[in-house]
């Protein structure tokens, strides 16, 4: 059981190298972000339901026995979803251009968005996330628009480093008394 978790530990962290070498012009800002940055992240957060990410994290884990797997689930719970937010507001917000934060913060407070948020975490186990809801044609015309075809790109080049940070969140509260 130990060895399958270091193999698993160390294919997420060979998978972040990857993703780190793959997509360049994704890689942290050294730079530390505006207010308005912050801001336009914390609002990206919320409408993504990154909490949900953090449960969904939390449970392809792998925890020694189903007892820590609980209170690891118990401290999440503890924690208002604003917090989750504004602790990985910082992290995202390097990865995050500042318009891409706000087309998608826009595209997921759409119906079609939240449609689109409520399959991912509510698809149940799978592989490769849930399938997308059907989109009208005035919905399928929008998704069309140039600056969100852009943001979804960038969102996407930057999945495995969010998943990254949510997981580094996840160990900090795992660890937390």
Do not use: C, W
Not at 33 to 57: F, G, R
Not at 130 to 149: H, I, N, T, Y
Not at 158 to 171: C, K
């Amino acid at each position: 059981m130990r060895s399958m978790k270091a193999l698993t530990l160390a294919t997420l962290l060979a998978a972040g190298s990857f993703a780190h070498a793959a997509a360049p012009a994704a890689r942290p800002s050294a730079a530390a972000p505006s207010i308005k940055h912050l801001k336009a992240t914390m609002d990206l957060l919320a409408a993504m339901q990154i909490e949900k990410m953090l449960n969904s994290v939390a449970g392809a884990s792998g925890y020694s026995t189903p007892a820590q797997r609980n209170a690891v689930y118990a401290k999440i719970a503890k924690i208002p979803p604003a917090q989750v937010h504004a602790r990985l507001s910082t992290p995202i917000a390097k990865l995050v251009s500042i318009e891409t934060a706000q087309e998608m913060t826009k595209f997921y407070t759409t119906p079609y968005g939240k449609k689109v948020i409520h399959s991912t975490y509510n698809s149940g186990p799978s592989m490769g996330g849930g399938q997308a809801p059907a989109a009208s044609p005035a919905e399928l015309k929008d998704m069309k628009r140039p600056e969100l075809v852009k943001a979804q790109k960038d969102l996407a080049a930057v999945d495995d480093m969010i998943r990254h940070e949510v997981f580094l969140l996840l160990q900090a509260i795992s660890k937390a008394k």
